[in-house]
């Protein structure tokens, strides 16, 4: 009996130090329903409960310094005014300043400090593979596109919960974007 239970053991442990492969696709799906492959954006594997936390920080963060950031109608009302009146430049200056400092891509990508666990980059068809350990993660990345003359920027974050397995299929396709979101409504 003390035999199995040390087999067991060392059965645990090997389980535990093999990396699970996380393999995937970056894509949009336009409306004319083609897929647009996402080449050479780098994905990020971060611990799930670290980036929980800075999440919750930057929700904070936003809470108290990101009340009530100005449109890009009020921008575009100040841009007039300061050419009508130079002296409003200091006006439109503050607006464009918090309306950058507000950002999502700032408030995710800019500011993060975490150490990601593995990160990769798309090849030319979109698809990334990761090796990770055996805790759940998140994925984050960031990309653009050119559609007729106009840049669209993507942020995906995607909760990957590594179960029992070895490999995981995740793509980064329209469900994960939160580019259009304010950061006090994205969640795990």
């Known amino acids: 009996m003390k035999y199995y239970i040390i087999a067991l053991m060392c059965l ?9 492969h996380i393999t995937g696709d970056a894509y949009i ?22 980036f929980n936390e ?29 050419v009508r009146n130079p002296h409003k430049r200091k006006d439109y200056n503050k607006a464009k300043d918090l309306v950058n400092q507000c950002a ?7 500011k993060i400090q975490l150490t990601p666990i593995a990160s990769a980059i798309t090849d030319k068809e979109g698809k990334f593979s990761l090796s990770v350990g055996r805790k759940d993660v998140v994925l984050l990345a960031k990309g653009s596109r050119d559609v007729f003359g106009n840049l669209e920027e993507y942020i995906w974050i995607k909760p990957v919960s590594l179960g029992f397995g070895f490999n995981y299929t995740a793509d980064l396709d329209n469900t994960g974007i939160i580019e259009d979101q304010h950061i006090s409504t994205v969640h795990l």
């Open 12 to 20: 645990a442990g090997v389980y535990l130090m093999i990396p699970t």
């Open 29 to 50: 799906l336009t409306q004319s329903r083609s897929t647009v492959p996402m080449p050479l954006i780098k994905v990020a594997a971060y611990d799930y409960d670290e």
């Open 54 to 82: 800075f999440l919750a920080n930057q929700r904070h963060y936003a809470t108290i310094n990101c009340g009530v950031v100005p449109t890009q109608s009020d921008l575009m009302d100040l841009q007039i005014a300061m």
């Open 104 to 110: 999502l891509e700032t408030l995710l990508i800019d």
